[in-house]
């Protein structure tokens, strides 16, 4: 917790900085870090400073990143290709891909890049499920998603395969279905 | 000066394959057959169109401020635009909007004229 306020507490300094671009107003810099400690105190006080609100940097989720840049391109020329051609031959369909994502970062992060890579989005999560309507046919190969579920995975450092005790969680994050 | 010619350069391509992507997404809207196929139309337009043109524009501004704000717009984009595409196709699904399944293929507008002329 107090690792995460840290990090909170710098990101939102060099975020002030990037926005406002004052290093000489002394009003402005007080005025500003006194906002920054206030949403640091606040969100102490929701009890939400924890890895997922402030999901730090790791050198793993950059090569993610890349890795996932070069799938979109891919599947943007696929799907230009596929719009663009006079017969625009298409097979739409809808198929569930298995997560193992243990964690709601996880599964996110999963779902995401389903959605950001054209020609597929997420349509539905349901436990360990994610509904997927996709629309050529090279884009329902199953190994492909088994891949960018390892990688996201990874990026995040999810505990795959992990089961979740649902006796110790409380109720409200359980029903996420009708959501 | 040599380095300001490769720099417009670059932000041109840039531009212009951004530009290229935003057309053809909207070329696909129009085109494909139902609400979820032009989702995947409209999803190429957030990603690779509005990311390209703002790497453009931030190759045209440099090592600056603004070039370090337009990256955190890229960011947000890259975030919150499949989220909202997510939400529009959940939402679907759960009003019972039935998905165009199986093999298409765009009629043939000679074709398409021809039976229209019949049918009258």
Known sequence: MRKSAAILLLVLVLYWFTLSGYFDHTVLFVTGGLSVLAVVGLAARMNILDDE??????????????WLFKEIVKANMAVVKAVLSPDMEISPSMFKVKMDHGTDLGRTTFANS??????????????????????????????????????????????MNYVPKLAAKPKA???RKGS | MTLEIIQLVVSGAFLISGVFFVLAGAVGVLRLPDFYTRMHAAG???????????FGLMVQAGFTQT??????IAFLLFLTSPTASHAVADAAHHAGLKPLLGKFRAPNPAEVKANKVEKH
């Open chain 1, 53 to 66: 609100t402030t999901p730090y940097f790791r050198f793993k989720s950059i090569g993610y990143f890349v």
């Open chain 1, 114 to 159: 389903i959605t950001l890579t054209p020609g597929t989005i997420s349509v539905e999560m349901e436990d360990g499920e994610i509904l997927v309507h996709a629309l050529l046919e090279e884009m329902t190969d199953l190994e492909g998603f088994k891949e960018m579920g390892v990688r996201s995975g990874k990026a995040v450092a999810d505990p």
């Open chain 1, 173 to 175: 994050t359980k029903k």
């Open chain 2, 44 to 54: 190429m337009t957030d990603t690779l169109g509005a990311e390209f043109i703002i």
């Open chain 2, 67 to 72: 070039s370090l704000k337009l990256f955190l």
